[in-house]
């Protein structure tokens, strides 16, 4: 079973920035990709950033520019750093990992980011 767990939310202002983690542990392949979701309150959740097992990335438009996704391979932890926070970028951001060996998709519990303005 496999089990993400972020941490790094909180309270910041705009113009701010945080940098949320998400460790990964359990049996997964190599070749999974793992990702950040955030969902506002009312809205649909979004993809936030994504990042492949060969280190591409991609980004959701409303963050490009403004956040990084990277990733500690030793210690099975992907990161969000952000920067630049805006009060839209307020909602609950997700630890995502699809593993294509097995189909299985996984979610980590969410952290609470919110901007004040």
């Known amino acids: 079973q496999v089990q993400l767990v972020e941490s790094g939310g909180g309270l910041v202002q705009a113009g701010g920035s945080l940098r949320l983690s998400c460790a990964a542990s359990?049996?997964?392949?190599?070749?999974?990709?793992m990702a950040w979701y955030r969902q506002a309150p009312g809205k649909q959740r979004e993809l936030a950033a994504v990042?492949?097992?060969?280190?591409?990335?991609n980004y959701g438009d409303s963050v490009k520019g403004r956040f990084t996704i990277s990733r500690d391979i030793a210690k099975n932890t992907m990161y969000l750093q952000m920067n630049s926070l805006k009060p839209e970028d307020t909602a609950v951001y997700y630890c995502?990992?699809?593993?294509?060996?097995?189909?299985?998709?996984?979610w980590g519990q969410g952290t609470q980011v919110t901007v004040s303005s």
């Open positions: 990042l492949t097992s060969s280190g591409a990335t």
């Open positions: 995502n990992l699809e593993d294509p060996i097995t189909a299985r998709q996984y």
């Open positions: 359990g049996r997964f392949s190599s070749f999974s990709t």
